[in-house]
Each structure stands twice: as C-alpha cells, then as structure tokens.
C-alpha cells in the first residue's frame, strides 16, 4: 500500500460508507429528515435558481475535496477516494431492495435519532481513518484542521447556514427534527473522531 494507507483502514472504510449508505437509503430518503450541508444546498439552489443538483453538486463536493487536499493532504484523498467508492457501490446495491421502514415518515423523531446514529457513526469512523465521502465531510475536516476547532463544531456551523435557509421553502416542522438529526450526528461524529483505537501488535 501507499505510505500511510492499510488495508485494514481501507476495510473499514469501505465497510462504515456502507453504513452510511444504508442509513442514508433506509432513513433518510424515506423519513423526510435530512441533513444540511452540500445535499441541502444543491436542493436549495435547485429550488430558488432551478441549478440542477447534478450540477451543483458536483462543484461544491470537487471544491470541497479539493480544499481538503490541499489542507490535508495525498493520504487523505485515498481515503476519500475509498470512501466515496464505497458509500456509492452500496447505494446503488442497496436500492435495488425495498425500504426496510417505509412507514418511518410518520415517526420523524425516530427517523431523527435514527438516522443521526447511522451518519454519525459512519462518518465518524471514516474521518477518524483520515477520508471523506462526501464534500460535507472533506470541508468539515479542512476547517477543523484550519481554525484547530472541533469537527463538530463546523459541521453544526455549515448545516444550520444551510437548514435556516431551506426554512423559504421546507416547512418548519421539519426543519426542526432535520435540526435534532445534524445535533445529534455532529456530536456522534466528534465523539467517534477522537475515541482511541486500540493499536494492534505486531507479530
């Protein structure tokens, strides 16, 4: 492997974008509580400047891994390249299957918590690896290394710019579980970023 990158790591971070995805598919696009952050926005800009998300999307999130290249460096962008592999190969496996909680709309706050668990813990793991699956994850992580702030602290800052935005055309209601969702999984994410990993001996 490259200097820096494992195959363990890379495992790992295969297996945790899977985990997301799972969630992101089983949760999210069921329940109507989302997250902020570049999927917020390109929906935003979608909605106010008819930008298509295939377009927006794919700026924001080059800007963001470009960024997080720069700030962190090559052995990031192979993890980030994993990463987003491996989220993107288990969505596409994953949606050939029926929701497994298609009734999950009418409970958001389960969906909120949920759904919280599922990104926090996923996104945790692959940022405490050193990769990035999404553009949210790469900015999160550039500024964090930036400004030498908690990563949870930028990701509450970037997805309540992007939920207090969407209020001109979300209702409330929701806005507010989606709120509980990204609390919840930025703290899950900073929790899971800096436990210690036990390393394993050499034999």
Not at 54 to 74: D, H, M, P
Not at 90 to 108: G, M, R, S, T, V
Request: charged letters at 10%; proline letters at 3%.
């Amino acid at each position: 492997m490259f200097k820096g990158i494992t195959l363990r790591s890379c495992l790992i971070a295969l297996f945790f974008s899977a985990f997301q995805a799972f969630g992101l598919y089983h949760v999210h696009s069921v329940s109507g509580v989302t997250e902020g952050g570049v999927l917020g926005l390109t929906l935003l800009l979608s909605h106010h400047f008819a930008i298509s998300p295939a377009v927006s999307g794919f700026i924001l999130n080059a800007a963001c891994y470009l960024l997080g290249w720069k700030t962190l460096g090559r052995v990031f962008l192979i993890y980030s390249v994993v990463c987003t592999g491996g989220f993107s190969i288990a969505y596409a496996i994953i949606e050939q299957f029926p929701p497994l909680w298609p009734n999950l709309y009418q409970y958001p706050l389960w969906a909120a918590v949920l759904g919280a668990l599922f990104i926090g813990i996923g996104v945790g793991v692959c940022v405490r690896i050193g990769g990035a699956s999404c553009g949210d994850d790469a900015l999160a992580m550039s500024l964090s290394r930036v400004f030498r702030c908690k990563i949870e602290i930028i990701y509450l800052i970037c997805d309540l710019t992007v939920l207090l935005l969407s209020l001109t055309y979300i209702p409330f209601r929701r806005i507010a579980y989606s709120l509980l969702t990204v609390l919840l999984s930025g703290r899950i994410i900073g929790v899971v970023q800096r436990m210690r990993w036990k390393k394993r001996r050499s034999l």
